[in-house]
Each structure stands twice: as structure tokens, then as C-alpha cells.
């Protein structure tokens, strides 16, 4: 079922979009790749960047976890989803494994866990709230499939600055308790995500250290 949106979004200085949230298609593969360079800047692997052919994985095999959003009549922003089976005893994992390195080609139409293989906002739209929206979509999404719930790795892209002092599980801590702001990790908590185990190795990236924190989001409407 095609996912379809119109709202307007608004920054911290009042100044308003029109905004529309949708699934994406081939049509904007090439404005897909250009924000993930720009989200997703040196020392991030270029190679990580999406390509055509998982982009063209994703709208075929998966197209309700497909979600753009538009902003101002432009692309702005993407969010990204398969459908997995996800053992809780056995949480553990890679985004990688996950993924299928972003190709989703294990995309499992029964699945129950609707798995987020990325998210990401264009740095010039940043302020108003796009990403929060996206993953409402998603939300819904869930809850409109039926799913148990949303899950994901998040990057603790602030950890490089505190690794000398403090532990991976430290600095997750205390970004929980407030005394710290983790750009990645703080926003998924502002989402709704509820932590469920911090994962080494979870991707190759130098400001986490390769960790990633594993969160989720339970579809209150499933018991």
C-alpha cells in the first residue's frame, strides 16, 4: 500500500515548508545518493553511500520501507526498511548482517520487526523536524502491516569524544541519564526508541568507535 502525506513543517525561527512524505522511486535515485554524501561526509566509508542497485533492491522487493520526504518542492530526506524475523534471546548482530549490506535481498515478507537500514536528512533541512517525521511514518507503517515492532542500530557518532575517558556502555549511559547529547542517539530517544543492548562492531565507523546501539519501537496496538 503507497504511503502518501502533505504537512507543513516548521524551524526554531518560524520560517515554513510544505512538506510531503512518500515512498520513493526510481525517479530519485540520483537526489538519494547526493544526500547521502552530504549526511554522510569523510571520514563516514563513501563506499556506504547508497548505490542504484540497492536502491533499486529496495523499491522492489520492499517498497513500503521506501520513504522519501520532500521539503520546499525538494527532495529532502529518506528513510529506509525491511522486514525481518528478530530473535530477543538473541539480539546481537551487525548492520551488515542485518541489511544484507544495505541490498535487503533477505527481506522476508512475514517478518514481524521491521528493521531500519538507514535514515537520513539533507544538512540544509535541518531544524525542521524531518527526521521525527520519517520515522512516524515508519511507525505507522508498522502498525499498518501489522508488525510487532521497529528496530534498528543507531550510530553513537559522539562517542569519539569521550572514548579516552569513558567506556562505550559509560558514554550510553550517560547519554540516558541526560548529561550528555549524542547527535544520533538522543534524537532516536526523542523518537519513542527504547535501547535494547549496545553492539560492537555494529559498523565501520571511526566517531563510534564501531559501536551501535540496538533500539526499538513496539507497536502499542500488538501485545
Given at each position: 500500500?503507497?504511503?502518501?502525506?502533505?504537512?507543513?513543517?516548521?524551524?526554531?525561527?518560524?520560517?515554513?515548508?510544505?512538506?510531503?512524505?512518500?515512498?520513493?522511486?526510481?525517479h530519485?535515485?540520483?537526489e538519494?545518493?547526493?544526500?547521502?554524501?552530504?549526511?554522510?561526509p569523510?571520514?563516514?566509508?563513501?563506499?556506504?553511500?547508497?548505490?542504484?542497485?540497492?536502491l533499486?533492491?529496495?523499491?522492489?522487493?520492499?517498497?513500503?520501507?521506501?520513504?522519501?520526504?520532500?521539503?520546499?518542492?525538494?527532495?529532502?530526506?529518506?528513510m529506509?526498511?525491511l522486514?525481518m524475523?528478530?530473535?530477543?534471546?538473541?539480539p546481537?548482530h551487525?548492520?551488515?548482517?542485518?541489511?544484507?549490506?544495505?541490498?535487503?535481498?533477505?527481506h522476508?515478507?512475514?517478518?514481524?520487526?521491521?528493521?531500519?537500514v538507514?535514515?537520513?536528512?539533507?544538512?540544509?533541512?535541518r531544524?525542521?523536524?524531518?527526521?521525527?517525521?520519517?520515522?512516524?511514518?515508519?511507525?505507522?507503517?508498522?502498525?499498518?502491516?501489522?508488525?510487532?515492532?521497529?528496530?534498528?542500530?543507531?550510530?553513537?557518532?559522539?562517542?569519539?569524544?569521550?572514548?579516552?575517558?569513558?567506556t562505550a556502555?559509560?558514554?550510553?549511559?550517560?547519554?540516558?541519564?541526560?548529561?550528555?547529547s549524542d547527535?544520533?542517539?538522543?534524537?532516536?530517544?526523542?523518537?519513542?526508541?527504547?535501547?535494547?543492548?549496545?553492539?560492537?562492531?555494529?559498523?565501520?565507523?571511526e566517531e563510534?568507535?564501531?559501536?551501535?546501539?540496538?533500539?526499538?519501537?513496539?507497536?502499542?496496538?500488538?501485545r
Open positions: 500500500m503507497a504511503y502518501y502525506k502533505q504537512l507543513y513543517v516548521q524551524d526554531r525561527k518560524g520560517t515554513t515548508l510544505q512538506a510531503v512524505l512518500r515512498n520513493y522511486t526510481e530519485d535515485f540520483d538519494l545518493i547526493r544526500i547521502q554524501s552530504e549526511c554522510f569523510p571520514p563516514f566509508p563513501s563506499e556506504l553511500w547508497w548505490n542504484k542497485e540497492q533499486h533492491s529496495h523499491v522492489t522487493r520492499f517498497p513500503e520501507g521506501a520513504l522519501c520526504i520532500e521539503a520546499g518542492g525538494r527532495l529532502a530526506g529518506s529506509t526498511g522486514r524475523h528478530f530473535d530477543p534471546a538473541q546481537g551487525s548492520w551488515a548482517e542485518a541489511t544484507d549490506n544495505g541490498y535487503i535481498r533477505n522476508d515478507p512475514q517478518g514481524e520487526t521491521l528493521y531500519i538507514d535514515i537520513s536528512v539533507s544538512p540544509a533541512f531544524g525542521y523536524g524531518l527526521g521525527r517525521w520519517l520515522m512516524h511514518a515508519m511507525y505507522e507503517t508498522v502498525v499498518q502491516l501489522g508488525m510487532e515492532r521497529l528496530l534498528g542500530g543507531g550510530r553513537m557518532s559522539g562517542y569519539h569524544r569521550e572514548a579516552e575517558r569513558l556502555q559509560q558514554y550510553l549511559d550517560t547519554v540516558l541519564r541526560g548529561e550528555l547527535p544520533v542517539i538522543s534524537f532516536l530517544l526523542r523518537c519513542g526508541r527504547t535501547p535494547v543492548m549496545l553492539v560492537e562492531n555494529y559498523l565501520d565507523d563510534s568507535r564501531n559501536y551501535g546501539v540496538l533500539m526499538e519501537w513496539k507497536n502499542p496496538f500488538r
